[in-house]
């Protein structure tokens, strides 16, 4: 059983950052893959940044160039610096630890409880 705990959402102004959070138990974090997904209201939840035990991450289209992924083990932590924001990024916000198939993020089980962005414009 892993539990991952998100932190550093907040409300913003448009154009401004975040930096979300997540810690997660346990002594397996080096070995998986992570992803930050967000849900908007109305809205399927999405993924918008993942990374891979090497640190090679992938994005959406709608965050390439604003939003950073990282991860440090040491810390049990993965990270999504967020820049640039928009309002159209207000959502809650989870990590979730998964794995790599055939090059595509693949969610797991485990999820944060989430943590709520919201951009005013």
């Known amino acids: 059983q892993v539990q991952l705990v998100e932190s550093g959402g907040g409300l913003v102004q448009a154009g401004g950052s975040l930096k979300l959070s997540c810690t997660a138990s346990g002594s397996t974090f080096s070995f998986r893959s992570w992803g930050w997904h967000r849900q908007a209201p109305g809205k399927q939840r999405e993924l918008v940044?993942?990374?891979?035990?090497?640190?090679?991450?992938n994005y959406a289209d709608s965050v390439k160039g604003r939003f950073t992924i990282s991860r440090d083990n040491a810390k049990n932590t993965v990270y999504l610096q967020m820049n640039s924001l928009k309002s159209e990024d207000t959502a809650v916000y989870y990590c979730?630890?998964?794995?790599?198939?055939?090059?595509?993020?693949?969610?797991?089980?485990?999820w944060g409880q989430g943590t709520q962005v919201t951009v005013s414009s």
């Open positions: 979730n630890s998964g794995y790599y198939s055939g090059g595509s993020y693949v969610n797991g089980n485990y």
């Open positions: 940044a993942s990374i891979n035990r090497d640190g090679h991450t």
